[in-house]
T-cell receptor, first 114, second 110 residues
Framework: GAGVSQTPSNKVTEKGKYVELRCDPI?????LYWYRQSLGQGPEFLIY????????DSGLPNDRFFAVRPEGSVSTLKIQRTERGDSAVYLC????????????FGAGSRLTVL | GQQVMQIPQYQHVQEGEDFTTYCNSS?????IQWYKQRPGGHPVFLIQ?????EVKKQKRLTFQFGEAKKNSSLHITATQTTDVGTYFC??????????FGQGTRLTINP
């Protein structure tokens, strides 16, 4: 596609529920990143994919968070047993390759956990 | 891990005044990128600096990379209302992970 597409744009859920957030990167971009941004803060790195594999998942806060990219294109961030502290905007970005290339961000998925 | 710090956290200026934000890393950076996020929007790439001491200009914006490749700055000359937003620097940790600073939020009084 022309840009990075993220769905849903807004998600309100209750504490303890399971949530999936989807990212469709720019066609041909091999690198895909997930970041989390809380109000007034910079984007916080969660995980990075090169192709289908998670090259660096050191930013995932705990084992309730998991992400996949089975065919090297679309990625899904999965959050189990959501907590109020998970409320944030989840940003996806893609680039042509890893390392020094420029990130193109999607509009984000705003998650609110009640 | 690498820490990227930005100052100031907030800056309010009168339209036409200059603005500068500073970025400091605890480790040497292979390169540094700058992004702008408008209110309610997402980060948008502005520029990338790679060489020690590099200076790049985009119209009224001047970006500088320190000689030791541990700090960077963004200077805007004669701010306009369209410059409103939050400016982030981001440095590479290793070869893959881009670490963002906390940003400098610029507001402008017209």
């Amino acid at each position: 596609g022309a840009g990075v597409s993220q769905t849903p744009s807004n998600k309100v859920t209750e504490k303890g529920k399971y949530v999936e957030l989807r990212c469709d990167p720019i066609s041909g971009h091999t690198a895909l990143y997930w970041y989390r941004q809380s109000l007034g803060q910079g984007p916080e790195f969660l995980i990075y994919f090169q192709g289908t594999g998670a090259a660096d998942d050191s930013g995932l806060p705990n084992d309730r968070f998991f992400a996949v990219r089975p065919e090297g294109s679309v990625s899904t961030l999965k959050i189990q047993r959501t907590e109020r502290g998970d409320s944030a905007v989840y940003l996806c970005a893609s680039s042509w390759t890893s390392g020094a290339n420029v990130l193109t961000f999607g509009a984000g998925s705003r998650l609110t956990v009640l | 891990g690498q820490q990227v710090m930005q100052i100031p956290q907030y800056q309010h200026v009168q339209e036409g005044e200059d603005f500068t934000t500073y970025c400091n890393s605890s480790t040497t950076l292979s390169n540094i990128q700058w992004y702008k996020q408008r209110p309610g929007g997402h980060p948008v790439f502005l520029i990338q600096l790679v060489k020690s001491g590099e200076v790049k200009k985009q119209k009224r914006l001047t970006f500088q990379f320190g000689e030791a490749k541990k700090n960077s700055s963004l200077h805007i000359t004669a701010t306009q209302t369209t410059d409103v937003g939050t400016y982030f620097c981001a440095g590479l940790q290793g070869a893959q992970k881009l670490v963002f600073g906390q940003g400098t939020r610029l507001t402008i009084n017209p």
